[in-house]
């Protein structure tokens, strides 16, 4: 009998070891069905960086639809009379926990290929600098609402992520215009030289926000990354722009395949989104910002 309950509590021991590899605040979210583990070919597009939770510091629960209430929002955020305020380089710490894993949506998993580069509309409304004939406006029309429904539908999926922790390290509050957290993933490549295997890019038109989330001393914010799976063994890391400043994770061990690396879809990416002519001095602009290049 006593063997049996010297069995019993190693187990337990074990288990409860297991269960918390380190002192991080965890991000718990609802269990989910259809889980998506991403096997990507290709580097893909992460449209905005989506913050599960925000000015933790224990193990927090993940409302997926929660907002802010009227309260909330005046207890945690700033208003600030300037868009373009400068704001200082915190000592903000990212941490990426492989000691376990989250489900979060908002992911193109799969690069969406935009229509051809006959369908595609300018602003002036011309195709290929011409007016269209009406065949050609229908087919144009059906394949960009093909390529959006696509990419609203691979949105609302559940993702296989690692979580993302953003901790304020500093003695004061930090002032972050979370709307515009900019996160991408980079990995080695056989050179042993950092690459990008995602690339982030957002339009956000003519109506932008000025206010600050006000992160306090020692809180975290909580987001995810894609656990990525592939043929491919190297070193990963996240890369992040907070407030026009860069901030990199801790490196983990991870599978990716080494085509994501191809920066080739980039262009017809934006030259598809822009619908304006695109020369090549513009397009490397914006891709060094889509690839969150320091030496802008």
Same mark, same amino acid.
């Given at each position: 009998?006593?063997?049996?309950?010297?069995?019993?509590?190693?187990?337990?021991?074990?288990?409860c070891?297991?269960?918390?590899?380190?002192?991080?605040?965890?991000?718990?979210?609802?269990?989910?069905?259809?889980?998506?583990?991403?096997?990507?070919?290709?580097?893909?597009?992460?449209?905005?960086?989506?913050?599960?939770?925000?000015?933790?510091?224990?193990?927090?629960?993940?409302?997926?639809? #929660?907002?802010?209430?009227?309260?909330?929002?005046?207890n945690? +955020? /700033?208003?600030?009379?300037?868009?373009?305020t400068?704001?200082?380089?915190?000592?903000?710490?990212?941490?990426?926990?492989t000691? +376990? *894993?989250?489900?979060?949506?908002?992911?193109?998993?799969k690069?969406?290929?935009?229509p051809?580069?006959?369908y595609?509309? #300018? %602003?002036?409304? $011309?195709?290929?600098?011409?007016?269209?004939s !009406?065949?050609? #406006?229908? =087919?144009? @029309?059906?394949?960009?609402? /093909?390529?959006?429904?696509?990419?609203?539908?691979?949105? &609302?999926?559940?993702?296989?992520?690692f979580?993302? $922790?953003?901790?304020?390290?500093?003695?004061?509050?930090?002032?972050? !215009?979370?709307?515009?957290?900019?996160?991408?993933?980079?990995?080695k490549?056989?050179?042993?030289?950092?690459?990008? @295997?995602e690339?982030? +890019?957002?339009?956000?038109?003519?109506?932008? *926000?000025?206010?600050?989330?006000?992160? #306090?001393p020692?809180?975290?914010?909580?987001?995810?990354?894609? !656990?990525?799976?592939?043929?491919?063994? *190297? =070193?990963?890391? *996240?890369? $992040? /722009?907070?407030? =026009?400043?860069? +901030?990199?994770?801790?490196?983990?061990e991870?599978? @990716?395949?080494?085509?994501?690396?191809?920066?080739?879809?980039?262009?017809?990416?934006?030259?598809?989104?822009?619908? %304006?002519?695109?020369?090549?001095?513009?397009?490397?602009? @914006? &891709?060094?910002?889509?690839?969150?290049?320091?030496?802008?």
């Amino acid at each position: 009998m006593r063997k049996v309950i010297f069995i019993f509590l190693v187990l337990l021991f074990s288990f409860c070891s297991k269960k918390k590899e380190n002192n991080l605040p965890r991000l718990i979210v609802p269990k989910q069905k259809n889980v998506v583990e991403v096997n990507s070919k290709e580097m893909l597009h992460i449209f905005y960086a989506n913050i599960l939770a925000q000015g933790f510091e224990e193990d927090i629960n993940v409302n997926y639809n #929660k907002g802010f209430s009227e309260d909330n929002h005046k207890n945690n +955020y /700033q208003c600030c009379k300037h868009f373009d305020t400068i704001l200082p380089k915190y000592n903000l710490h990212v941490i990426i926990d492989t000691s +376990y *894993t989250v489900t979060n949506n908002g992911f193109e998993y799969k690069f969406v290929k935009v229509p051809p580069k006959e369908y595609r509309f #300018k %602003r002036v409304g $011309l195709i290929g600098g011409k007016l269209p004939s !009406k065949t050609l #406006k229908e =087919k144009s @029309i059906k394949l960009m609402q /093909q390529y959006i429904n696509t990419c609203v539908n691979q949105e &609302k999926a559940m993702v296989n992520c690692f979580p993302v $922790l953003i901790k304020n390290c500093g003695n004061t509050t930090a002032f972050i !215009k979370d709307a515009y957290i900019k996160i991408i993933q980079e990995a080695k490549d056989v050179d042993g030289i950092w690459k990008p @295997i995602e690339f982030s +890019y957002k339009r956000y038109g003519c109506i932008v *926000t000025s206010r600050l989330y006000k992160l #306090k001393p020692k809180k975290y914010i909580g987001l995810s990354m894609i !656990k990525y799976y592939g043929n491919f063994k *190297t =070193k990963i890391r *996240t890369k $992040l /722009q907070i407030n =026009k400043h860069y +901030y990199y994770s801790n490196e983990i061990e991870g599978k @990716i395949n080494r085509s994501q690396f191809n920066q080739d879809k980039i262009y017809d990416y934006v030259d598809f989104d822009l619908q %304006r002519k695109l020369d090549l001095k513009d397009f490397n602009e @914006i &891709k060094s910002h889509c690839l969150l290049k320091n030496d802008l």
